[in-house]
């Protein structure tokens, strides 16, 4: 990869993970109901998981989607009904004097396996794959892979922190409730990008 190209996907990788998406808004939401040391498995999970997404990705998965596009809509739509699912539980999550001992965080497993069915990371992997590596060699795919995933890392982080100071804010129990339920409504609209460029691709 070029110097040149390698800045752009830096560039890429840091607009694409820092800005709102369903992993962002559920690390904030872990991190403001649980604490930054609780959610640092869902975090590392979110990031080496899209790592392992867009090697996916570029070894072959892009191929599947690009022949079978119902398979793509298939994803989108599942997709969206477990992000629907996550959404009410964390509009109706406890607040931590309430909350039973057994609740936890989403574990490192749960985080790599949500990005299989996160539209967002889904895109981010399609789109670095088809810009960076049109080649789609091994290097090309392990070199995206890799920089995304030093990129993706921070940023993600970045969300967890936020989450840990307004958990210092929400003293009050129905503050907490009114940050989770925003939460909630955010991730749904955090679908529907995605939902309206997998419709109008058909």
């Known amino acids: 990869m070029t110097p040149s190209l390698i800045l752009a996907l830096i560039g890429f990788a840091f607009a694409s ?18 604490g930054f040391m609780r959610t640092l498995p869902h975090m590392l999970g979110v990031a080496l998981g899209f790592v392992f997404l867009a090697l996916c990705v570029g070894l072959g998965l892009i191929e599947i989607f690009e022949r079978f596009p119902v398979v793509r809509l298939g994803l989108t739509v599942i997709s969206a009904g477990y992000l629907i699912f996550l959404a009410w539980k964390i509009a109706n999550a406890a607040p931590p004097e309430e909350r039973s001992a057994t609740a936890t965080p989403m574990s490192f ?3 790599c396996l949500f990005q299989w069915v996160n539209p967002k990371a889904i895109y981010m992997a399609l789109a670095a794959i088809t810009l960076y590596a049109p080649q789609q060699s091994l290097s090309q795919v392990i070199a995206v892979t890799l920089i995304f995933g030093a990129i993706n890392l921070p940023c993600v982080s970045v969300w967890v922190l936020i989450g840990t100071q307004l958990r210092r804010i929400f003293k009050n129990p129905r503050h907490l409730r009114f940050f989770n339920v925003t939460m909630a409504i955010l991730l749904i609209v955090t679908l529907i990008p995605s939902l309206y460029t997998t419709l109008v691709a058909q």
């Open 109 to 111: 497993f749960q985080a």
């Open 17 to 34: 993970s820092i800005t709102p998406g369903p992993n962002n808004m559920m690390l904030m939401a872990s991190g403001a109901n649980f």
